[in-house]
């Protein structure tokens, strides 16, 4: 059974040379998301870094999302590589210790529907906005994000 759930897109930070957009998703409107990211930035610079052992050419552009699911918090780093791809890793926190993370996305777990939907934004945005256009507009992709129940 599908129960929507909120996802809100929480706007752009720096890290490093990255641009990151930030979502997070709740079953709740209350997710407390601050010690998360404040945890997950402490992280991010060695997430980003990570490798997918096919192409790794990217345009210092991620988007995070911090989802608060049943089982614990999923955090999720996307980048998008060769032009086209997305490059993702999860890795879990407890509800109980937010601020521990362990990765679970190498054994082939991959999103779930509430993520998909944000990834499913994320590729439109790109398509309209990077891919297909004669001239590029990254910061018009940069620029938008999604909020909703799905």
């Known amino acids: 059974m ?26 709740k409107d209350d997710f407390d998301f601050k010690a998360s990211l404040d945890a997950v930035k402490s992280h991010l610079p060695a997430w980003l870094s990570l490798e997918n052992g096919f192409n790794n050419e990217h345009d210092n ?21 060769g032009g086209n ?33 944000v990834v499913r934004f994320e590729r439109d945005a790109l398509i309209e906005h990077v891919l297909k256009p004669e001239k590029p507009d990254l910061g018009a992709y940069l620029g938008l994000g999604f909020t909703g129940w799905y």
């Not at 809100?8 to 930030?22: A, E, H, I």
Request: glycine share 8%; proline share 2%; aromatic share 14%.
């Open 61 to 81: 552009q991620a988007f995070l999302i911090l989802h608060q699911g049943t089982e614990g918090i999923f955090n999720i780093i996307n980048k998008w590589v």
């Open 2 to 27: 599908h129960i929507p759930r909120l996802i809100r897109y929480q706007g752009n930070f720096s890290c490093g040379d990255f641009t990151v957009k930030l979502y997070t998703i709740s079953k």
């Open 85 to 117: 791809m997305l490059d993702s890793h999860i890795f879990f926190s407890e509800h109980s210790s937010p601020t521990s993370f362990k990765e679970i996305s190498g054994k082939g777990l991959n999103l779930c529907i509430w993520e998909l939907e």
